[in-house]
């Protein structure tokens, strides 16, 4: 019985999938990621300015001048930018991997209520969801493909993933 209604339920995901309008078109996707650039944009403004107040306060500068520290950092101390430049890598992969790990959604996806599933009607695993959106960064212009017919990403056809309301 079990298995009978587990077939159902994936035979509805794996046609909800075929489906190309319960695909997440490209005005979605749009909102989503506007929603996910506010997010990441405030998580990242908030650890530069936490990083970057301690790169001053770690300048061995002469002086209190801001401008001048910038300048004496740059010239003398560029290992503190070096320090901030990974802490900053590190905060924007962590914010990903707990994408990855925990929900399988960003928190646009949350917002505008979208979900992502691979070929066989699944939730991804961590690494094929953190995958996928690394890959948005690097293929970003391919967003576009969003707005055709199939509703599907180049980077959504390289995960084998489906973006579905």
Do not use: C
């Not at 010239?75 to 991997?97: D, P, R």
């Not at 690394?134 to 056809?157: I, Q, V």
Request: net charge neutral; aromatic share 18%.
């Amino acid at each position: 019985m079990y298995e009978e209604v587990n077939e159902q339920t994936e035979e509805k995901w794996v046609k909800r999938l075929l489906d190309k309008h319960q695909r997440a078109g490209g005005w979605m996707r749009l909102w989503a990621g506007l929603f996910d650039f506010i997010f990441l944009a405030l998580i990242m403004i908030i650890t530069a300015a936490i990083t970057t107040s301690w790169m001053f306060v770690q300048s061995e500068s002469p002086s209190d001048n801001i401008e001048y520290i910038r300048h004496y950092i740059w010239e003398n101390e560029f290992h503190l930018y070096i320090i901030n430049w990974i802490v900053l890598l590190v905060v924007f992969f962590t914010v990903h991997l707990i994408y990855s790990v925990r929900e399988k959604r960003t928190i646009g996806m949350i917002i505008v209520d979208l979900y992502v599933y691979n070929e066989r009607a699944e939730k991804p695993s961590a690494a094929q969801f953190f995958i996928r959106e690394m890959l948005k960064y690097l293929l970003f212009p391919f967003f576009l493909t969003s707005f055709a017919s199939s509703r599907r990403t180049l980077y959504d056809k390289i995960t084998n993933t489906y973006l579905v309301k």
